[in-house]
């Protein structure tokens, strides 16, 4: 197969001197992102974003794939030694991580998280690699109409799964969507569309400015005006560390004793990955829920429980894996990460979509690869830096803020350099808050706008390949199974609201509601 | 709750219900532009309005119904908040439109600074603003904070990128970095 023959091609890219220089250096800014709370690996990627544009593609993946693997290693570990997720997704291994430093085995459990990491990153790479040769062969069947609908699928199932009212999630989709078709487009010959008279919004609104304003700048008013939400530890509270490498080494390889806990919670951050939309946090916590549901020892869950621990590490790490199966396979992204990774391939003129991976397989060896050995590099990193995790500053949250928003300035500036784009990125910002206060979540609203043109044009080709019909759309046998299992996603959901509805309402007048029979 | 703040338009005004109107509002105007005879732009954006004005109008009934008649938010998973409800929507957040506000006030003083003194000048004086008004610092602590993040950071970044950044529409006073700029047509 095509794909795999180009494994020598992608590691004799690993093994040549700009794309290693840009691995570890992706990998020591993500580690250290991650490591300081406040900052995130997106945060991060924003940070280089500017950097890649004048790079090779190959070297800007690396770069990318070293801050994506190392940022949750380096988030465990402030999670562990200081009580504080350094990352979001690292909420969950706090739970038991600190519970293991307040008992003085930090670096035990340091050793248990970074061979977790290793183990899941491994396991979600592998699904992938496992799953590209199942997909490729279908891919060749994929016509406009195809892609319009697992476009559509993609979008509707990411709602329901994503946070708050099913229907908020549908419409957060749809604003992204009437955002990407501002300016120029059609279906025949292209007309303005809603830029009001103005010649900058001719070109539609800017894919960088439109994500970074959505992800990062709206969570910088959160640090600039949200106190409460800031994770900050006083330095009186940090307990004191020092790292023993004998616990640390046994530590490393105590994951192995429990293989079907690290498949389980691999699989179950695997899948969350792979769903678009769906960020780490959740698949930390399902995965958290699953090993204390199937555990023999509950009662040590919450007090420094190494299956608390291996759960919520394993699945941090494997949902990379499979965050880049929809991206890899579909263009849709799996996360807002992936939605940058997006966005710097459209930067560099490379098109996303099921043609993707044939065309442009060295790309992605060089995410798979660099993610992998990212994850190895973090591992020696959390060995060998943990020690400084209880002197790791903490950043006041206004100066986050505010050096997140000059970032987010520079980084669209680098694109077009264009004074406007500065206000735009503002703007999108200031709507991303305001639809993270109406509970409207914003990564529905990023992949609305990634996926937006490019249903539109495959949407209006399919009509012309059809002549006109909508009967295009149910053509064929792909196209009818991915518009039933579309239809269904949103029967199922409403199905269910409406069930849990009435027993409520049961249940109020005292009466049996049936759940349960 | 008491009979007379059941049903009070008050509790009408929460940020989500607010923020949901003009949302609606803004999907009918756009859609009411689609649906001009001249307009050439394709029925596709005309489907999406009206499937994101019905998403919203779904939610925005419940959200109101929740508002007016809804129990105290409690964290049971099936709470009566309608057919339509989520597992974590339970509690509409209280309207902080001072938060709002401030949020909204600081990027628009940001922008009007970059604007006027170019990014790094504006930026610098933006930041530290901020931190005398927001963070409560005093002026020499936050001029240090204002130099780091607004010259220092864009500064190295201008340099090691080759970037030309912004300079502000004020008489040049540093070529290439401060004043001298001209406004690209909007």
Redesign the interface.
């Known amino acids: 197969m095509e794909f795999f023959a180009k494994l020598p091609e992608g590691l004799g890219h690993l093994l040549s001197l700009q794309p290693l220089l840009a691995l570890i250096a992706g990998t020591l800014l993500g580690f250290v992102f991650g490591l300081i709370p406040g900052l995130q690996s997106i945060t991060a990627l924003v940070v280089i974003l ?2 890649t544009f ?1 790079m090779d593609p190959i070297v800007a993946m690396y770069l990318f794939a070293g801050v994506i693997g190392a940022s949750g290693q380096g988030g465990s570990v402030t999670a562990i030694t200081l009580g504080v997720p350094g990352t979001a997704q690292n909420a969950a291994t706090v739970i038991d991580g600190f519970q293991f430093t307040k008992r003085g085995e930090a670096s035990r459990a340091l050793g248990i998280a970074a061979g977790t990491a290793m183990l899941g990153a491994t396991f979600g790479l592998v699904v992938l690699l496992l799953f590209i040769p199942v997909f490729l062969p279908f891919l060749l069947y994929f016509g406009p109409a195809e892609i319009f609908w697992i476009m559509a699928f993609g979008l509707v199932s990411m709602s329901a799964v994503l ?6 999630g ?2 957060g989709v ?2 992204g ?2 955002l990407s ?1 501002i300016g120029y ?3 025949t ?1 292209a ?1 303005a ?2 830029n009001f008279g ?3 919004l001719l070109d539609g609104l800017d894919l960088v400015a439109v994500i970074i304003g959505l992800l990062v ?1 709206s969570e910088s ?1 959160v640090y ?3 106190r409460k939400r800031a994770p900050v530890l006083p330095a009186s509270e940090r307990p004191r560390m020092k790292v023993q490498w004998r616990a640390f080494a046994a530590g490393l390889i105590e994951p192995a004793r429990y293989p079907g806990l690290i498949l389980r919670c691999s699989a179950i951050g695997t899948l969350i990955g792979a769903l678009p939309g769906i960020g780490g946090v959740i698949a930390q916590f399902m995965s958290y829920n699953a090993a204390y549901a199937t555990s023999r020892h509950k009662e040590e869950f919450g007090k420094g429980s190494v299956e608390g621990l291996i759960a919520s590490q394993a699945a941090i790490d494997a949902k990379e894996g499979g965050s880049l199966l929809p991206t890899f396979i579909f263009g849709i992204p799996g996360n807002g990460e992936m939605a940058l990774v997006l966005a710097a391939w459209t930067i560099h003129g490379l098109h996303p979509g099921p043609f993707f991976l044939s065309n442009h397989a060295d790309l992605a060896w060089a995410l798979i690869l660099g993610l992998f050995v990212s994850n190895l590099l973090a591992t020696g990193l959390v060995l060998t830096c943990s020690f400084v995790a209880a002197r790791v500053p903490n950043l ?1 949250p ?2 986050v803020g ?2 997140i ?3 987010a ?2 980084a669209v ?2 694109v077009r ?4 784009d ?2 735009l990125v ?2 999108i ?2 709507l991303g ?3 993270g ?4 979540s914003v990564i529905g609203v990023v992949i609305g706008f990634i996926l937006g043109r490019l ?2 044009f495959n ?2 080709t399919a009509l012309q390949s059809g002549l006109g019909q909508l009967s295009i759309f149910v053509s064929s046998v792909i196209s009818v199974v991915l518009a039933i299992a579309t239809a269904a996603i949103i029967v199922l959901v ?1 199905a269910r ?2 069930r ?2 009435w ?3 049961m ?2 007048v005292g009466l049996p509601s049936g759940e349960g029979r | 709750m008491s009979a007379t703040e059941a049903g009070s338009p008050s509790r009408l005004f929460t940020v989500p219900i607010v923020v949901e109107v003009g949302l609606l509002v803004l999907f009918a105007f756009l859609l009411l532009d689609t649906l001009d005879p001249d307009y050439r732009g394709g029925w596709f954006v005309s489907a999406t309005l009206l499937l994101g004005l019905a998403f919203l109008g779904l939610v925005f009934v419940r959200d109101v119904t929740v508002a007016l008649w809804g129990r105290p938010a409690k964290p049971t998973p099936a709470a009566d908040t309608g057919p339509l409800g989520g597992d974590d929507d339970e509690a509409l957040p209280a309207a902080d439109w001072r938060t709002i506000g401030d949020a909204a006030a600081t990027l628009a003083g940001v922008f009007a600074c970059i604007f006027v003194l170019g990014v790094v000048l504006g930026t610098a004086l933006a930041a530290w603003v901020i931190f005398i008004w927001q963070s409560k610092l005093n002026a020499g602590k936050a001029l240090i904070g204002a130099v780091l993040i607004g010259i220092v950071l864009p500064v190295l970044f201008a340099l090691a990128l080759d970037l030309t950044l912004w300079p502000g529409i004020i008489p040049q006073l540093i070529p290439d970095w401060v004043g001298g700029g001209l406004v690209p047509p909007l």
């Open positions: 500017p950097f004048g946070p708050g009212p099913f229907f908020k549908l419409f749809t604003l969507i009437v078709t487009g059609g279906p010959i007309v569309r809603f103005s010649s900058y700048v008013l600039l005006f949200d006041r206004d100066y505010l050096s928003i000059v970032m300035v520079i500036i680098a350099s264009n004074l406007w500065i206000a503002l703007a910002g200031l808050y305001l639809l206060l109406a509970r409207i249903m539109e949407f209006y409403i609201a409406m849990r509805f027993a409520a309402r249940a109020r």
